[in-house]
């Protein structure tokens, strides 16, 4: 697997994406287990 060939934008898009999954995956699981 050669990440070079992958794309940096892609690359970029992931860790992003993914970023963004997790910051509102911890953000709304405690609101809906104190509501």
């Given amino acids: 697997m050669d990440i070079m060939a992958y794309g ?3 690359i ?3 860790i ?3 970023t963004a999954l997790f910051t509102a995956t ?3 699981v ?3 287990v104190t509501s």
């Fill in 12 to 14: 970029v898009f992931g």
């Fill in 8 to 10: 940096v934008g892609e």
């Fill in 30 to 32: 405690p609101l809906k």
């Fill in 26 to 28: 911890f953000t709304l």
């Fill in 16 to 18: 992003l994406f993914f």
